[in-house]
């Protein structure tokens, strides 16, 4: 017995869900009955992009302590991501390229970042006498995560830092392919 006659003799077919789908790929293309995250999508055709750069003190009253890293100059955002204090919150879901770079003056004390991008935890220090630190990753970032940036500092120091998210990962999730 075919699945499409199994529908029929319960009394529903896959029109029923397709017709209350917001989701216009799937009301087009879609040939499997579509479920709540395909009534509500997160995710569109526009770009996912933003870059916040930002000026810390740290002060010998905090060295040592994690400092969340004031990133409020927001550049070239795009509608999806907006910024939040000390970072990035993604408005989309889907695969992120992730780029933070920071120098810090005196180049002196060594500095320790650590990139929080929607729980998931990345450090990276900046070796004492360098001044300087860069780390890109890829995550997938579900809709509403934010990515911010702490620095721990052995010595007072003023750290300048950039922070970048692009969304790289097409609209299609992995699901629609099976």
């Given at each position: 017995?075919?699945?499409?006659?199994?529908?029929?003799?319960?009394?529903?077919?896959d029109d029923e869900y397709r017709?209350?789908?917001?989701?216009?790929?799937?009301?087009?293309?879609?040939?499997?009955?579509?479920d709540d995250d395909c009534e509500?999508?997160?995710?569109?055709?526009?770009?996912?992009?933003?870059?916040?750069?930002?000026?810390?003190?740290?002060?010998?009253?905090?060295?040592?302590?994690?400092?969340?890293?004031?990133?409020?100059?927001?550049?070239s955002p795009s509608k999806n991501?907006?910024?939040?204090?000390?970072?990035?919150?993604?408005?989309?879901?889907?695969?992120?390229?992730?780029?933070?770079?920071?120098?810090?003056?005196?180049?002196?004390?060594?500095?320790?970042?650590?990139?929080?991008?929607?729980?998931?935890?990345?450090?990276?220090?900046?070796?004492?006498?360098?001044?300087?630190?860069?780390?890109?990753?890829?995550?997938?970032?579900?809709?509403?995560?934010?990515?911010?940036?702490?620095?721990?500092?052995?010595?007072?120091?003023?750290?300048?830092?950039?922070?970048?998210?692009?969304?790289?990962?097409?609209?299609?999730?992995?699901?629609?392919?099976?």
């Amino acid at each position: 017995m075919s699945y499409y006659y199994k529908k029929y003799l319960k009394g529903s077919s896959d029109d029923e869900y397709r017709h209350h789908c917001d989701n216009d790929w799937h009301k087009h293309h879609c040939n499997r009955r579509c479920d709540d995250d395909c009534e509500r999508p997160d995710f569109d055709d526009r770009p996912a992009f933003g870059t916040v750069t930002g000026t810390t003190a740290i002060t010998a009253a905090t060295v040592n302590t994690p400092i969340t890293l004031t990133l409020t100059n927001l550049l070239s955002p795009s509608k999806n991501v907006r910024g939040v204090a000390g970072g990035i919150e993604v408005l989309e879901s889907g695969e992120y390229f992730i780029s933070f770079t920071a120098s810090s003056t005196p180049a002196g004390p060594a500095v320790t970042y650590t990139i929080n991008a929607g729980g998931f935890i990345q450090t990276v220090t900046s070796p004492a006498g360098t001044g300087t630190a860069t780390i890109s990753l890829i995550r997938h970032l579900r809709r509403g995560d934010t990515v911010t940036v702490t620095a721990t500092a052995t010595a007072p120091t003023t750290i300048n830092a950039s922070l970048f998210v692009a969304k790289i990962s097409s609209r299609f999730s992995e699901k629609d392919f099976y």
